[in-house]
């Protein structure tokens, strides 16, 4: 165990210095000669002898463990890892997942599974099948469903799950029964409270219980980081979380369709977890929650019923209280502005991305037009939060600051609860 992870080169330098103390007694176990004798410069005994033998091999050994604890991270042990989710190339998050993990020297992709384009689909795109097939090269098996992964994963593998939310609570207890012991769900993790709440009874309830941690990637972005510690500064301050995406009033309508699962539950998600972690909102401590009707707008698009945008105040029964404002169709900078007091002017505006960032991303999607912008804009996040697990993982430190699956419960809670009392207030 110790000898893992050292190299030759360290071997033998660490072997050569244990073997000067043997040096001086002129090597071998023979008996020292007189002090006359020009074969040893030191008259030893054999008692003297045997401690510098034994103490020259415990300086090698103590060496090595030094070496093994200092050596870099990225010199540890890799993670197994089984994306389940690839979806479209360029367009799903599941994809851009991969591509990061492709990257990562945590990383060792195994399995790719993606259940609608090799299960239900029947005409399969040519964009994803030339992107499987290079995969294919690589040494990356693709299957259609967790069954076809094998009967258990190997003790390091990390399951991440990027599916549909609707498929995800089957997905994860697939993995559950094939052994995984950490998991990667990709935000809300579940269509509904009741079902996450299961998820992680089931996991809390393995012999080795599995690390369950969901994306929400502003818990440890930078921005949001920014205008918590502006606010802790000024007292009587007021913190407005703003969302903004890019899609197009003509395609909200195949938005609604792909996030089923409503604003709040999907894109606002990320926003209400930040209300849970830093807020400490939960629904038995929220005191009120209002709508700002001028900022909101419910529509039904084909069969599909939500929010184009959404804005609303919420406070704690404790007298803290944060503002979410959300836009599917207002651009792709996000912020958190810093007010002098609900509704008041804004002190300080925190960008994501910034203006610099946001011009390293132009020329990003110039060199690359069918990509999501927003993949581009939080790449760094994506990659941090997913390298947190992965090293925490693989090292036995735990997660970090990523949110786990608690986390996600009460975010969860807040959407449905937040979701009800607003189409109240708009009647």
């Known amino acids: 165990m110790i000898l893992r992870g050292v190299t030759r080169c ?16 002129g090597f071998g176990g023979r008996r020292p000669a007189p002090p006359s004798s020009s074969h040893a410069p030191f008259p030893l005994s054999t008692f003297d002898f045997t401690c510098l033998l034994y103490g020259s091999w415990a300086l090698a050994i103590v060496a090595l463990y030094c070496l093994t604890l200092s050596r870099p991270k990225s010199m540890g042990r890799k993670v197994n890892v089984v994306l389940v989710g690839c979806g ?26 993606e259940p609608f384009f090799l299960g239900v689909c029947s005409d399969v795109p040519e964009r994803f099948t030339s992107f499987m097939s290079d995969l294919q090269s690589r040494g990356i098996k693709f299957h259609k469903s967790l069954a076809e992964v094998g009967d258990e994963f190997p003790p390091k593998t990390m399951v991440l799950i990027s599916a549909r939310t609707s498929d995800n609570p089957g997905h994860f207890e697939a993995a559950l029964d094939r052994g995984a012991k950490c998991i990667y769900l990709e935000k809300p993790g579940a269509p509904t409270v009741k079902e996450l709440v299961r998820m992680k009874h089931l996991a809390s ?6 690390q369950v941690y969901l994306g929400y990637n502003k818990n440890v972005t930078r921005y949001v980081r920014s205008a918590l510690a502006y606010a802790d500064s000024v007292p009587g301050s007021h913190v407005e979380f703003v969302h903004n995406n890019a899609f197009r009033p003509e395609e909200l309508e195949e938005c609604f369709a792909r996030c089923a699962e409503g604003m709040l539950k999907n894109m606002a998600i990320h926003e209400l977890a930040l209300l849970v972690t830093f807020f400490d909102a939960r629904v038995d401590t929220v005191f009120k929650v209002k709508v700002d009707p001028s900022k909101t707008a419910l529509k039904k698009l084909g069969p599909w019923e939500d929010f184009s945008k959404l804005s609303f105040r919420i406070t704690t029964l404790k007298g803290l209280s944060a503002t979410v404002t959300a836009d599917r169709c207002a651009g792709t900078v996000s912020y958190a502005n810093v007010r002098d007091g609900p509704g008041g002017k804004v002190l300080r505006a925190f960008e994501c991305p910034t203006k610099e960032e946001a011009e390293e991303v132009k020329e990003k999607v110039k060199a690359d037009p069918e990509i999501m ?18 090293e925490g993982f693989a090292d036995g430190t735990g997660g970090g600051d990523v949110a786990t699956i608690d986390v996600g419960i009460e975010a969860l809670k807040l959407a449905e609860f937040i979701t009800k009392s607003v189409k109240q207030q708009l009647g």
């Open 88 to 113: 479209m190339p360029k367009k799903s998050m599941g994809w851009y997942h991969l591509t990061q993990l492709l990257k990562m020297p945590r990383a060792r992709v195994t399995d790719v599974v």
């Open 373 to 390: 912008e927003y993949f581009l804009t939080q790449d760094a996040d994506y990659w941090n939060m997913k390298e947190t697990v992965l």
């Open 205 to 210: 309830s393995r012999t080795v219980p599995c």
């Open 10 to 25: 360290n071997v033998g330098t660490i072997l050569y210095v244990s073997s000067i103390p043997l040096a001086f007694a």
